[in-house]
């Protein structure tokens, strides 16, 4: 995962994050995933960031919430109104975020939210296998693998990428830091034009 905090400094390291919804009751409920892959939900209770690009169809139950706070990771838990509560879909706006709940945990908020009622959601990283995780992060950018960790070749990522993969010629696009972690650098390589045919995990 490579992060900017708050404080406008970049970081690297390997995610693994914990999350939950905290109910006015007390309890918990854990978010399984965040969003969803391009074939279908994963887990049973997700989590659809303001402006998702997906249009919400599936059964289930749909809460829709508003911050009350900046939204960051793994900083203070966030705040957040309930602002409606639908067993049809709900969709994501500019400012407000949906929670989807399906199987086990469809019955999970029954009784336990209202409308009008706050919670709070809770997103924690780990140390995970590589790297000390960001606080109070604002952005955030999966990439993978790993090309170079603290300034050398990391091992393991860059030359091992699913069976193979570090090897396929294709478009590639880098992102890194300064040690300071002030400065941000992105590289590109296009492919399929005369002047680039890509590069490989390797080469690059």
């Known amino acids: 995962l490579f992060t900017v905090s708050e404080d406008k400094t970049a970081s690297v390291f390997a995610p693994s994050l914990d999350s939950k919804i905290n109910l006015p009751d007390g309890s918990e409920i854990k978010i399984d995933f965040f969003n969803s892959n391009a074939l279908g939900l994963t887990g049973e209770c997700v989590l659809f960031n303001r402006l998702n690009s997906r249009v919400l169809s599936d059964p289930g139950k749909y809460i829709k919430i508003k911050p009350e706070t900046k939204?960051?990771?793994?900083?203070?838990?966030?705040?957040?109104?309930?602002?409606?509560i639908s067993d049809s879909p709900?969709?994501?706006?500019?400012?407000?975020?949906v929670i989807y709940a399906c199987g086990g945990k469809v019955t999970a908020f029954d009784g336990k939210v209202k409308v009008g009622d706050k919670i709070s959601i809770s997103q924690k990283f780990v140390k995970s296998k590589f790297g000390d995780p960001a606080q109070n992060i604002v952005a955030a950018f999966h990439g993978y693998p790993s090309i170079a960790y603290e300034g050398k070749l990391h091992d393991g990522e860059y030359n091992d990428f699913e069976s193979g993969r570090e090897y396929e010629v294709s478009a590639r696009t880098m992102a890194g830091m300064s040690k300071d972690g002030k400065t941000v650098y992105i590289v590109t390589v296009e492919s399929g034009t005369k002047n680039s045919i890509g590069v490989n995990c390797i080469d690059i």
């Open 71 to 84: 939204w960051t990771l793994n900083g203070p838990d966030i705040r957040c109104e309930v602002l409606e």
């Open 90 to 97: 709900l969709q994501t706006s500019q400012t407000e975020y």
